[in-house]
C-alpha cells in the first residue's frame, strides 16, 4: 500500500487534455503500491522548478475505486509558476514525489446530494460523481457546473455520458457566455437564488458540496443560506488549491501590537512579525520565500521546522501530533509568541 506520509516517488503514466487550458495528469507508483483515498481528498506535490524547491496541492479528479493509480485534472493559470510547469514540462514517464492523500472535504452519507463546482473546482467532485458510477450506489444528485464559456466546462462530455447512465444524475450547466458556441441551448449567467431553485427545488432538504474560486463559494454559500440549507448541510472545499495557482496573502496592519524578530536562517533574513499577524503574510509581504498553498492550515504546504521560539497556531488538519511534537510548524496559520528562527 502507498505510504500517504513518506512522500514517496509517483510516476506520470498518462496526460490527457480535457479543454483548451485544462488536463489530467494519471500517477501511479512505481513499486505498483495500491492508493486508497476518499473522493474529495488532494495530493501535496513536491517538485522542483528552475532548481528552486515548489509546492502545491492538486484535487484528485479520479474515482477512489480505481486504487492502481489516481488523477489530478490541472487548469493552466495566466502566470502561474506550477500549473504552467506542469503543463509545459511534465511527461509521461517523468517521476515526481507527493504526499497524501490529504483533507477533510469529505461527502457525508446522503441520499440526496447537491454538487456544485466553479471552473477547474469540480475536479473533486467530479471524483464524488465518478465513485457512484464505480459503485452503482443509488443517490439522488443534481450536478450544477459553471464556467466562462461552453468550452470551459471541462468534464462536460464524460458527465453527459454519465447523466445518461445514471438514473439519480440530473446535470446543469452554466456558461457565464456563450462565445465559440452561440447555439448553447441552455441558460448563460451566473449562479442566483432564483436559479438555484430552477435547478434543485428541494436544495433546502439536500446536502451542499461546494468548491470553486472563492467568489463562486461565496456566492454559493448566500445562496444555499437564503434558501433554508442549514450550516450543517453546506460543505465547501476549505481551500483554493484545486482552483486558483497562487494566493495573495491578506496583511492585516496592527500598529499597537507588540512585534518579534523572525529570523529565516537557510535564507539569511530577518523580519519583524507582529502578534497579531500570521508568520507567512509578513513573509510574503516582505518577499521572503516559503512554500504555500491555502493560507489557513489545511494542505500543510508551508511545513517548516521551528529551530526555537514559540508560537499561536491555529491549524485545520495540515499537520499532526507527531510533527508538531517534532517541532515542525505550519506558518500560514501561527502567530509568533516570541522571537523565532526558522529553518528556511
Not at 498518462?14 to 479543454?19: K, L, M
Not at 488536463?23 to 506535490?45: C, D, I, M, N, R
Amino acid at each position: 500500500m502507498w505510504n500517504r506520509d513518506a512522500g514517496e516517488d509517483l510516476v506520470c503514466i498518462d496526460i490527457h487534455q480535457e479543454t483548451h487550458d485544462v488536463k489530467t495528469f494519471t500517477f501511479a507508483s512505481p513499486e505498483g503500491k495500491q492508493f486508497v483515498f476518499e473522493a474529495g481528498q488532494y495530493f501535496l506535490f513536491d517538485l522542483e522548478i528552475g532548481g528552486e524547491p515548489e509546492s502545491r496541492c492538486y484535487s484528485i479528479s479520479s474515482s477512489p475505486r480505481r486504487t492502481n493509480a489516481f488523477s489530478v485534472t490541472v487548469k493552466r493559470v495566466p502566470g502561474g509558476r506550477i500549473s504552467n510547469w506542469l503543463h509545459d514540462n511534465l511527461a509521461i514517464n517523468a517521476k515526481v514525489k507527493a504526499n497524501g492523500p490529504l483533507g477533510h472535504f469529505v461527502r457525508p452519507n446522503a441520499k440526496k446530494y447537491l454538487f456544485l463546482s466553479g471552473g477547474s473546482g469540480i475536479t473533486p467532485v467530479m471524483s464524488m460523481v465518478r465513485e457512484f458510477a464505480d459503485t452503482y450506489e443509488p443517490a439522488d444528485i443534481v450536478f450544477l457546473h459553471a464556467g466562462r464559456t461552453p468550452k470551459d466546462l471541462v468534464f462536460r462530455n464524460e458527465l453527459t455520458v454519465l447523466a445518461s447512465r445514471m438514473k439519480g444524475l440530473r446535470l446543469q450547466f452554466l456558461p457565464e457566455k456563450v462565445s465559440g458556441e452561440l447555439s448553447w441551448p441552455g441558460l448563460t449567467g451566473r449562479i442566483s437564488p432564483d436559479y438555484m431553485k430552477l435547478a434543485a427545488p428541494d436544495v433546502a432538504e439536500r446536502v451542499v458540496m461546494c468548491c470553486g474560486p472563492a467568489p463562486f463559494m461565496a456566492a454559493a454559500r448566500a445562496i444555499a443560506t437564503e434558501l433554508g440549507v442549514p450550516p450543517s448541510n453546506y460543505i465547501e472545499e476549505s481551500f483554493d488549491a484545486a482552483v486558483i495557482d497562487e494566493v495573495d496573502i491578506p496583511v492585516i496592519e496592527e500598529a499597537t501590537a507588540r512585534t518579534f524578530q523572525v529570523s529565516f536562517a537557510k535564507q539569511v533574513r530577518q523580519i519583524e512579525v507582529s502578534g497579531e499577524q500570521t508568520v507567512l503574510s509578513c513573509a510574503k509581504k516582505a518577499g521572503v520565500k516559503l512554500p504555500s498553498s491555502c493560507s489557513n492550515g489545511v494542505c500543510g504546504t508551508c511545513k517548516s521546522k521551528l529551530v526555537s521560539g514559540t508560537v499561536d497556531m491555529n491549524h485545520n488538519g495540515g499537520i499532526r501530533q507527531r510533527e508538531i511534537d517534532a517541532g515542525l510548524f505550519l506558518p500560514c496559520c501561527s502567530k509568533p509568541l516570541s522571537d523565532l528562527v526558522i529553518d528556511r
